[in-house]
């Protein structure tokens, strides 16, 4: 059974790889053709086929390459988009602090590149759903492109049309805002939700946490925390460890919130 369990798990031709220089650059390709090019030489695709993820390979010039199986957020830094995307730092915080595990129903307002519908799909699935919004067209069109690269689209179903007044049925384990206007929008999104279900609001300014807190207090929602998360990376090289001399700052603010019940207060 693991013999063959390992021998399924091999790179096919059409197959994405992430390809890893001893720099961390990284890259995904797809397998296809004689050669992939790279920025160290180009791989022979040969030498990939066939070969378990983890594979080391060397390009024409001698430079190692890992291959990897990527992973859905790997995705994330060269989708297309329209607007600007979550960023993972964002998303991997937002998505434990809803409790979202496989087979819970989701409702996003404001798909944009969907960056954060795809990482909520790849926990929800196999029997869960995302249902997401979005005012713009172009906005849903390179959101179902990018769920269909990362093979997720099956688990979304992308709506055209504005929060406010769109067509939902049935109730939601957790729900995302990621709108210009939340405060506008949360009384009819919290009542989408089960009692005791987690919201997540995203915005960029101080500002729209003042109005969105109000509209809080004003919904039915109690107020968790409010966050905002820097991440700044390592070079580990030996016997020169440092930071990177560029961090990721100031992406946006997440404020959570889960629904009450006041009926017997």
């Known amino acids: 059974m693991g013999l063959k369990q390992d021998l399924d798990n091999v790179f096919k031709e059409g197959d994405d790889v992430l390809l890893v220089s001893p720099r961390f650059k990284r890259r995904i ?46 995705y994330i830094p060269k989708l297309a988009r329209r607007t600007q995307v979550m960023y993972p730092k964002d998303i991997g915080y937002m998505v434990l602090n809803l409790g979202i595990s496989p087979g819970a ?31 713009n067209e172009e906005s849903i069109r390179i959101a179902r492109k990018n769920l269909e690269k990362a093979g997720l689209a099956e688990y979304v179903e992308l709506m055209q049309g504005d929060i406010k007044s769109i067509f939902l049925e049935g109730f939601f384990d957790a729900a995302i805002m990621d709108i210009p206007d939340p405060w506008d929008a ?74 009450v019940v006041r009926e017997n207060i």
């Open 29 to 74: 390709v797809k397998i296809q053709g004689d050669r992939i090019h790279t920025h160290k030489g180009y791989l022979v695709t040969k030498d990939i086929v066939g070969k378990p993820p983890g594979t080391v390979v060397k390009t024409h010039i001698g430079e190692e390459m890992l291959a990897l199986r990527p992973l859905v957020v790997e």
């Open 186 to 259: 949360l009384s009819r999104v919290v009542g989408f939700l089960k009692p005791s279900a987690r919201i997540c609001i995203i915005v960029p300014t101080m500002n729209q946490l003042e109005k969105v807190y109000r509209a809080m207090l004003e919904t039915g929602v109690a107020h968790l925390e409010t966050v905002e998360i820097m991440l700044r990376r390592i070079r580990p090289f030996e016997g020169r460890v440092r930071p990177e001399s560029i961090m990721i700052g100031h992406t946006a603010y997440l404020m959570f919130g889960a629904k």
């Open 105 to 135: 129903r989701v409702l996003e307002a404001g798909t944009g590149s969907g960056a954060a519908t795809m990482i909520v799909a790849s926990i929800v699935k196999p029997n869960g759903r995302v249902f997401s919004c979005d005012v």
